[in-house]
């Protein structure tokens, strides 16, 4: 079978190449009956622009990288699902690679990439600045997500972890008066792990002067919050509630409760931290941190067209935080659905 040139499009439509190159591209230069008539000469031919070849021209291959940590669990999925949904409307293809096996793996990722993305978006916890000049050239524009980098080089958008943290502390002993709040931890690297972590500690000193603190480790996953909440039944001593750094440790610590016979929320409220779809749906429904979690993915690619649209903003790139608010549903004991703001997006 013949393939169709853009030299067979220009010859039916009686014009240059250059003429059907300005049409199919849009890029203006020609009359809109010329640009009409071209268009439909090439779908009648079934002519497909090689995608390589503009590149070569237009030094745009039309396709954003992300790089995340991991592709498991309804977070990833959801932002996932927010930068692809906005690259869409601008035309863009999402390229997307995962670095759960470790930096190595990490940058191996970002090599690959290079020459095939005209931008990135990273969520990689570990990922510091040596790291990122090591593996990204300067000219790649990239916006960081959930990341304690600052400067000039790259567009950082982050998550008020500790602004959320703190809210469902509050929401927890003072609106609820449970006092005794035990906290499962995320990965001690984990930036976000850190943050809410450090949320949580600085809120118990503020809402909760004086009551213990209980810090068990998790991995962000399900089976570290059940073991978690298995430690807590064997402990002996339960604490009134649970305030897990995600939502996955959360549905994990909840189940491990509920096989120990314990009734959630009835003996220990248990609450999260992300609200993925999933937590709406368990029983007891989860009292959780929403973060608006497509919205961020959303914000993020539309930071990076901007970056495309005009370069030279990377010279005055800052960081910028997402708000987030509390989720009250049953698993909490507080009557569902009604919502504690914490501070907005700035």
Do not use: W
């Not at 009686?14 to 199919?24: C, E, P, T, Y």
């Not at 203006?28 to 002519?47: C, D, H, N, P």
């Not at 931008?119 to 300067?138: K, Q, T, W």
């Not at 939502?247 to 314990?262: H, K, Q, T």
Request: glycine letters at 8%; proline letters at 5%; aromatic letters at 4%.
């Amino acid at each position: 079978m013949t393939t169709v040139t853009i030299k067979d499009v220009a010859r039916e439509a009686g014009v240059s190449v250059a003429s059907v190159s300005r049409a199919l591209n849009g890029t203006g230069g020609v009359t809109a009956e010329t640009e009409k008539r071209i268009r439909e000469v090439a779908a009648r031919l079934r002519y497909v622009p090689h995608g390589a070849a503009r590149s070569l021209i237009t030094r745009r291959t039309h396709t954003i990288g992300a790089l995340l940590p991991d592709m498991y669990g309804e977070f990833f999925s959801e932002l996932i699902r927010g930068i692809d949904l906005a690259a869409r409307t601008r035309g863009l293809h999402l390229l997307v690679s995962s670095a759960h096996d470790g930096m190595d793996d990490a940058a191996a990722a970002l090599r690959t990439m290079r020459g095939r993305v005209d931008g990135l978006i990273v969520l990689s916890p570990r990922a510091d600045a040596s790291f990122l000049h090591a593996n990204l050239p300067e000219s790649l524009p990239t916006v960081l997500l959930n990341s304690p980098l600052r400067g000039r080089r790259y567009s950082v958008l982050n998550i008020d972890n500790p602004g959320g943290a703190r809210a469902m502390v509050r929401h927890l002993a003072v609106e609820r008066g449970l006092r005794d709040i035990a906290f499962i931890a995320g990965p001690p690297d984990n930036f976000d792990a850190q943050q809410r972590e450090e949320g949580y500690r600085h809120a118990m000193a503020e809402f909760a002067p004086g009551a213990p603190l209980r810090v068990l480790r998790g991995e962000f996953t399900e089976d570290s919050g059940y073991r978690a909440g298995a430690e807590l039944l064997a402990s002996g001593k339960l604490p009134r509630a649970v305030f897990a750094a995600n939502d996955m440790m959360a549905i994990g610590c909840l189940l491990a409760l509920r096989e120990g016979g314990v009734d959630v929320p009835g003996e220990v409220a248990v609450t999260g931290f992300d609200d993925i779809p999933i937590a709406r749906y368990v029983t007891p429904a989860l009292t959780t941190v929403r973060v608006r979690i497509v919205d961020l993915g959303r914000s993020a690619l539309e930071r990076l067209a901007a970056l495309l649209d005009a370069p030279d903003q990377t010279a005055t790139t800052q960081a910028d935080t997402l708000g987030c608010d509390i989720v009250v549903r049953d698993s909490c004991g507080a009557r569902p659905h009604a919502r504690t703001f914490t501070n907005k997006a700035r």
